[in-house]
Antibody
Framework: QVQLQESGPGLMKPSETLSLTCAVS?????????WGWIRQPPGKGLEWIGS???????YYNPSLKSRVTISVDTSNNQFSLRLSSATAADTAVYFC???????????WGQGTLVTVST | QSALTQPPSASGSPGQSVTISCTGT?????????VSWYQQHPGKAPKLMIY???KRPSGVPDRFSGSKSGNTASLTVSGLQAEDEADYYC???????????FGGGTKLTVL
C-alpha cells in the first residue's frame, strides 16, 4: 500500500523559500510513475504546482514556473518542493501525490498547511 | 492554461441522481481521454473517484460514473447517500508538457 507524507515548516516569512519534502513508502520511486505537488489555498480550489518523473524530468505550472523547483531523492525514496520568493498568496495546504502518465493523482498525502506571514 | 469550469454547487435528495459538469477546451478535456474526478471531505485529502473519463478505482462504488462529450466531462452520482456530500474536483491532462489543470470545484449537498 503506497503512502505519502509531507513534511516541512508550517510558518514562514514573505520572501523566504518554501521547502517541503514528501516521503514515499510502499513503492520505490525509482521503479516508475510521476510524483506531483498540488496546493489548496484556504477555502479555495486545487492548483497543480508541478510533477517529476522518477528519472528527474520535471514539469511545472507555467504560472509558478519561475519560482518552483521539484527534485527527487531516490536514495531516500522522497521528493521535494522549493518555492522561492514566497508571499501571502502562497499560503495553502500543500499535498504531494503519485501521478500517472494519464494525469490522475492517487494516492495523496494528508497535506500540510504552510502559512506565509510576517 | 486556465482552470476548468465547474458549477459552484449542486444538490439532490437521498436516492436521487446528480450530475456535475466540467468544461474545458480542445487543449485539455476535449483533446484527451484523461479526465479524472476527486472527492474531498472537509479537512481531508482529495480521493480519486474516476480516472481516464470513465474508469473507477477499486473500492469506489459503482454509483459514481463519468462521461465526456466534446469539451465537457461529467460526473454522475446515482442513488445519493449522505456520505456523498463533499466537494468534487475535475482534472485533465493539458498537453504534451505533462501539464495538469483542475476545475474550481463543486460543493455537492445532499438535502
Amino acid at each position: 500500500q503506497v503512502q505519502l507524507q509531507e513534511s516541512g515548516p508550517g510558518l514562514m516569512k514573505p520572501s523566504e523559500t518554501l521547502s517541503l519534502t514528501c516521503a514515499v513508502s510502499g513503492h520505490s520511486i525509482r521503479s516508475g510513475f510521476y510524483w506531483g505537488w498540488i496546493r489548496q489555498p484556504p477555502g479555495k480550489g486545487l492548483e497543480w504546482i508541478g510533477s517529476i518523473y522518477h528519472s528527474g524530468s520535471t514539469y511545472y505550472n507555467p504560472s509558478l514556473k519561475s519560482r518552483v523547483t521539484i527534485s527527487v531523492d531516490t536514495s531516500n525514496n522522497q521528493f521535494s518542493l522549493r518555492l522561492s520568493s514566497a508571499t501571502a498568496a502562497d499560503t495553502a495546504v500543500y499535498f504531494c501525490a503519485r501521478k500517472s502518465g494519464s494525469a490522475w493523482f492517487d494516492p495523496w498525502g494528508q497535506g500540510t498547511l504552510v502559512t506565509v506571514s510576517t | 492554461q486556465s482552470a476548468l469550469t465547474q458549477p459552484p454547487s449542486a444538490s439532490g435528495s437521498p436516492g436521487q441522481s446528480v450530475t456535475i459538469s466540467c468544461t474545458g477546451t480542445s487543449s485539455d478535456v476535449g483533446g484527451y481521454n484523461y479526465v479524472s474526478w476527486y472527492q474531498q471531505h472537509p479537512g481531508k485529502a482529495p480521493k480519486l473517484m474516476i480516472y481516464e473519463v470513465t474508469k473507477r478505482p477499486s473500492g469506489v462504488p459503482d454509483r459514481f460514473s463519468g462521461s465526456k462529450s466534446g469539451n465537457t466531462a461529467s460526473l454522475t452520482v446515482s442513488g445519493l447517500q449522505a456520505e456523498d456530500e463533499a466537494d468534487y474536483y475535475c482534472s485533465s491532462f493539458a498537453g504534451s508538457n505533462n501539464f495538469v489543470v483542475f476545475g474550481g470545484g463543486t460543493k455537492l449537498t445532499v438535502l
